[in-house]
């Protein structure tokens, strides 16, 4: 279980949550890659960014989590982080998505 801003969210919740991102802030320096990984459970509001990097050492290697999709808008505004970028072109079919742009308050 973990609790983020007051939200107890259950394992299964976090396991639950599924990819929503296109790659869009995924880059490569010539020499290492970082990328970042969106997911989203539509249950819960539960959603995480997971950031990796292939050896630069001053690449991004955090998981940030958020009680909502809300509070990950709030925060790719506080730190000037494009949402839209990493998300890309948004296939409208696809309810998860959709319901997470939803839940931004879009």
């Known amino acids: 279980m973990r609790i983020i ?5 259950m394992k299964k919740d976090m396991e639950r949550a599924v ?3 296109k790659n869009g802030w ?13 997911k989203y459970d539509t249950e819960t509001g539960y959603t995480e960014l997971d950031a990796n990097n292939s050896g ?10 958020f009680e909502n999709p809300k ?3 709030a925060w790719c505004n506080e730190t ?3 949402w839209e970028e990493l998300l890309g072109d948004i296939d409208e079919n ?4 959709t319901k997470f742009i939803e839940e931004m308050g879009l």
């Open 56 to 65: 630069n050492c001053y690449g991004d290697y955090n998981t940030y989590r």
């Open 26 to 38: 995924d880059r490569y320096n010539g020499q290492n890659w970082q990328w970042y990984t969106l």
């Open 71 to 73: 509070s990950f808008l």
């Open 80 to 82: 000037d982080r494009n």
């Open 94 to 97: 696809n309810v998860i998505v």
């Open 19 to 21: 990819k929503i991102d």
């Open 5 to 9: 801003n007051g939200k107890k969210f």
